[in-house]
């Protein structure tokens, strides 16, 4: 009896957590949704006009469009911080993993959130940088720094290919891991693009927008990423409260029938003391 | 004059989104002035002031580093970062500029005397650009 109601006790306390955990991501969901629909419109417009410069100049063939025979890999791949997040983690870093697993060699890997370092630093990976804690403020900044370091190993030919993986956010229950081909570019031809005076020519501006552009594809996947970690988060902890919730009242009754069942015993006792004296 | 519209977009948020009479940004090869029925244009731009007409008066903001393109519907601005000269803390930018200047003294490679070189344009341009703040 005494093993049940600490047992009741130690699950509430659990229950405590993991419901305070599903409010403050529930909180930080909103948040994090927010900045994830405020980032787009700059990422959209950015991808529209590469689109039309690319579509307006079918010769239009720079080093960051063409596909080159791939022999090194790039990963950029994002998680997140901590656990306690159901499948998030695991998902897009067994994503990644599996991503290569026809290849010769591993890939250089730039790990975005704790638990990306962990698991590739465990693995002996080629880890070129590293970034913990910058999710859940990254600021463009930053990611100019990372996407950098990604064009100029592309540029230099350390790296041929460069995938970025992330998590994408359908819904508040709904999250999916993905990749998404960073370098080289694809872009889509429109069809109705209209003519456009570029200055000074197609080409400089073209230039001048791929680090801009992989700079915000990096930022919306990480902001992205984020608001899909909390999401998990939510829901893993809101099941682990369900959980706790039904525990502690499958407890509450073994707990009570004990009880029942020592009164019971003892009132026989009691009863079959007195018949015994009369 | 007729006014024309225009969005002002960055990473972290639309800055501006509205009419305005008139536009004159700083491209890479210079400054270029946009009126309402100007020819689809698209160009670079770097970092330096930015003035947005409205109401007959010239907004300044500090702009780095985007592309504006203008075409028939609208105008689309897209930069890193965008402040209006009344939102610029100039403190803040002193602060930056002095720690940029000692970074170019230290400067070890030309990679860091580029990135120090680029920090202290940066801050020039929003100390510059505060002067307009009403």
């Keep these: 009896m005494k093993d049940i109601k600490r047992r009741i006790k130690s699950v509430g306390s659990t229950r405590q957590i993991t419901k305070a955990m599903e409010l403050v991501s529930s909180s930080k969901l909103r948040k994090a949704k927010m900045r994830a629909e405020q980032a787009r419109p700059y990422f959209n417009e950015l991808y529209k006009s590469l689109c039309e410069i690319a579509s307006a100049n079918t010769d239009l063939s720079t080093i960051f469009t063409v596909k080159r025979e791939v022999k090194h890999r790039l990963f950029i791949v994002i998680a997140g911080d901590r656990g306690l997040a159901g499948g998030y983690n695991s998902n897009v870093l067994k994503l990644a993993a599996s991503a290569h697993a026809g290849d010769a060699e591993k890939p250089k890997i730039i790990a975005i959130g704790k638990k990306a370092i962990e698991y590739f630093d465990k693995r002996e990976y080629d880890i070129v940088a590293s970034y913990a804690g910058i999710a859940e403020n990254i600021k463009p900044n930053l990611a100019q720094d990372i996407a950098d370091i990604a064009i100029e190993m592309f540029r230099s030919g350390e790296v041929d290919d460069v995938q970025i993986f992330y998590t994408m956010f359908v819904s508040s229950i709904t999250q999916e891991a993905q990749q998404m081909a960073m370098l080289p570019m694809e872009t889509v031809k429109l069809e109705n693009y209209g003519t456009m005076n570029y200055d000074p020519s197609p080409e400089a501006v073209f230039n001048r927008i791929i680090p801009r552009f992989t700079a915000s594809l990096i930022q919306c996947a990480v902001v992205e990423a984020y608001a899909s970690e909390q999401g998990a988060r939510r829901t893993a902890m809101e099941n682990a409260t369900d959980n706790a919730d039904a525990m502690t009242e499958s407890l509450s009754l073994l707990y009570n029938r004990a009880r029942q069942a020592s009164i019971t015993t003892e009132i026989i006792d009691i009863v079959s003391g007195a018949s015994a004296q009369e | ?134």
């Design chain 2, 1 to 134: 004059m007729t006014p024309f519209k225009l969005q002002i977009i960055t990473p972290e948020k639309t800055v501006f989104d509205g009419e305005t009479e008139q536009i004159v940004v700083r491209t890479t090869v210079g400054d270029v002035g946009i009126l309402n029925g100007h020819e689809p244009y698209c160009a670079a731009l770097g970092i330096g002031q930015m003035r947005v007409m409205m109401d007959g008066e010239f907004r300044h903001a500090a702009t780095s580093g985007g592309i504006i393109k203008v075409s028939h519907e609208k105008t689309t601005i897209l930069v890193q970062t965008c402040e209006w000269s009344d939102e610029i803390d100039v403190t803040r930018a002193n602060a930056a500029k002095e720690a940029a200047e000692g970074r170019i003294k230290a400067a070890q490679s030309d990679n860091e005397l580029r990135l120090a070189e680029a920090k202290l344009k940066h801050a020039l341009n929003r100390i510059d650009t505060a002067g307009f703040g009403k």
